[in-house]
């Protein structure tokens, strides 16, 4: 058992079709490894009945012949999708027994393409959290190790990143509101990729920060992200932000020819303290989309210092008026009441107990910059060197820039526990080189390149322009495949 | 800007989120952290620029004003904590 677990979107879909493999085999193997991975959190609703009926449907579809490149195709969905009679809690404890009544786009985007679901995963409770700490499920645990620590898989699809990178599904859902596929992904050594601000629907996934969220794939190749991507997006009338925009057909882009596109590396992405791994890592990135027939410009992006203030001012702005609505009305969790509370009481006391630390701080933190007298110096503010940040990239995208090469984290995964003391701004700075692209609604993608010293996993990232995933997704194969990067973590749960 | 006592009591209230007094100054002191790495903002030049709206330029979409969806009280009240005749149901509000 395991072997069929750990095939490529494409590699399965190619069997499939070839009849060498079924899809009920194939998520017969993925439920058995879900079965013995508990000790890594990644799964927190297992749904193996639902698994095996829509993997028997899908069989049938594909002997009829014609059936989409996602048929069959055993995947995890982030607890933050809300799936229709499966649990959906983001993770918390306010969302408590909370099954939804209807579907969210993306995932039935990818039902509708035959995709069988084999549960749900773990995450930050809300997306809030880079290290999969906050969620009322429990810590997910990175499969990668290299001593006795426990290490994070990031977040806030960490249990995404762990399920996908420990071979227990094909692939699976991401969102991404500041870096949370990408950083993940880089963390575990697969791929991520957070599209275009308006390329997925928004509809049905719950809202941490409506203008920054988007829902990607996490796979384990590039090509597996083209492929589960053309699936999740498309126009959807129940977003009002969603682009009515043709698909271009993402996995034809992949022609590895990049000879003569301008590649963007960006002076300010190179941060003080940064490791000389991350600096070298980048260096050899470099060299292999030059190698690939690409020209290397030096580029500047002066407002990236203030991404994240930025971020952190906006991003909880509009969770504090997101979250408004868990008030113990209409679903979720509601506190027991003493004798003469009042409605305020059940409200002040259903947040209190079903917000976890980080969430209530961010909330609070998002209701003090919107609050009478301080929301111009904070908000619009923010919003204001928000607009300068994306100008940014405008500027270099009208220079001809084609695309830019960063790193994707600014270190490796570190220690689950290991920041628990530690100010929550440290916590953030981990999204330093990921948040710029939400906050300029541009589409990210992080490879796996390499390897620390001690052995883990390292990802370089590349920005693209809007609407050109297609491109981006070319120049990521070219990456991908000068890296040559074949490391897996060895099974220890 | 540092949050003192009294303006991590009023924000909590404002977010209907129930602090102990006691959690109070630790709260404080972590909201300002949070500030002051937030007052960064204050070095940029933002002199005549316009306040971010929309990320992508996009022109929403309109449609006629007519009823496309609902009639479903059943789901809607399915989740509810406390759901009763059709209603959801909440501590008295009116005296």
């Not at chain 1, 991975?37 to 609703?45: E, K, M, W």
């Not at chain 1, 996490?218 to 009338?237: F, N």
């Not at chain 1, 992080?446 to 620390?452: H, M, N, R, S």
């Amino acid at each position: 058992m395991g072997e069929l677990s750990k095939l490529t979107i494409a590699e399965a879909r190619d069997k499939l079709r070839a009849g060498e493999v079924s899809s009920v085999e194939l998520t017969r193997d993925c439920l058995a490894e879900i079965d013995g991975a508990d000790a890594l959190g990644a799964f927190v609703h297992k749904t193996p009945e639902i698994a095996l009926e829509r993997a028997a449907a899908a069989d049938a579809r594909i002997k009829a012949g014609e059936a989409p490149d996602m048929c069959g195709i055993p995947v995890g969905i982030k607890d933050l999708f809300c799936t229709k009679g499966v649990a959906s809690q983001a993770a918390s404890a306010i969302l408590e027994g909370f099954t939804p009544e209807y579907e969210s786009t993306v995932s039935q985007n990818l039902a509708d393409d035959g995709a069988v679901m084999l549960g749900k995963l773990n995450m930050d409770e809300f997306a809030m959290g880079s290290s999969n700490e906050t969620s009322t499920y429990g810590n997910a645990v990175n499969p990668w190790k290299v001593d006795d620590r426990d290490l994070t898989p990031g977040g806030s699809s960490g249990g995404s990143a762990s399920a996908v990178a420990a071979d227990l599904c094909l692939a699976a859902t991401g969102t991404d509101t500041g870096g949370s596929i990408r950083q993940p992904a880089a963390f575990v050594g697969i791929t991520g990729l957070k599209p275009t601000y308006g390329r997925c629907s928004r509809w049905g996934v719950v809202a941490f920060a409506s203008s920054l969220d988007q829902a990607g794939p996490m796979t384990k190749s590039v090509r597996d992200a083209a492929i589960m991507l053309q699936s999740m997006a498309g126009h959807d009338p129940k977003d009002s932000t969603s682009a009515d925009l043709a698909l271009p057909d993402f996995e034809a882009a992949l022609t590895g020819d990049i000879r003569g596109k301008r590649i963007g590396i960006p002076a300010e992405y190179r941060m003080d303290g940064m490791p000389d791994e991350i600096e070298a890592l980048w260096a050899e990135g470099r060299k292999m989309l030059q190698d690939a027939g690409a020209e290397i410009v030096d580029i500047s992006l002066p407002h990236t210092k203030y991404a994240l203030p930025a971020y952190y001012v906006v991003a909880p702005a509009e969770a504090s008026s997101n979250l408004a609505r868990y008030d113990g009305v209409r679903y979720g969790h509601r506190a027991t009441l003493a004798a003469g509370d009042g409605i305020e009481q059940m409200y002040e006391k259903t947040r209190a107990q079903g917000f976890g630390p980080e969430v209530q701080r961010r909330v609070m933190i998002g209701t003090y910059v919107l609050s009478a007298g301080f929301y111009d110096a904070y908000y619009n503010r923010a919003r204001k060197v928000r607009a300068l940040i994306k100008k940014d990239f405008e500027d270099v995208f009208a220079a001809g820039i084609d695309a830019i090469l960063t790193p994707a984290t600014p270190s490796a995964a570190f220690g689950l526990g290991e920041m628990a003391d530690a100010d929550p701004v440290q916590m953030y700075l981990n999204d330093v080189f990921t948040v710029t692209v939400n906050l300029a609604g541009l589409p990210g993608i992080a490879v796996p390149t390499g390897l620390d010293k001690s052995g883990l996993p390292l990802g370089l990232q590349l920005i693209g322009k809007p609407w050109a995933e297609d491109e981006m997704l070319n120049t990521a194969y070219v990456l991908e495949r000068a890296a040559g990067f074949v490391s897996k973590p060895s099974k220890w749960w | 800007m540092s949050i003192d006592i009294d303006t991590a009591r009023r924000v909590a209230h404002l977010a209907r989120i129930a602090v102990d007094e006691k959690d109070l100054p630790a709260l404080a002191g972590e909201l300002s952290n949070i500030l002051t790495f937030m007052e960064q903002l204050n070095e940029v030049d933002v002199e005549g620029v316009a306040p971010m709206t929309s990320v992508t330029p996009m022109r929403l979409k309109r449609r006629e004003d007519k009823v496309t969806d609902g009639d479903y009280q059943e789901q809607i009240l399915s989740n509810a904590p406390d759901a009763r005749e059709g209603f959801f149901a909440v501590p008295k509000v009116v005296e």
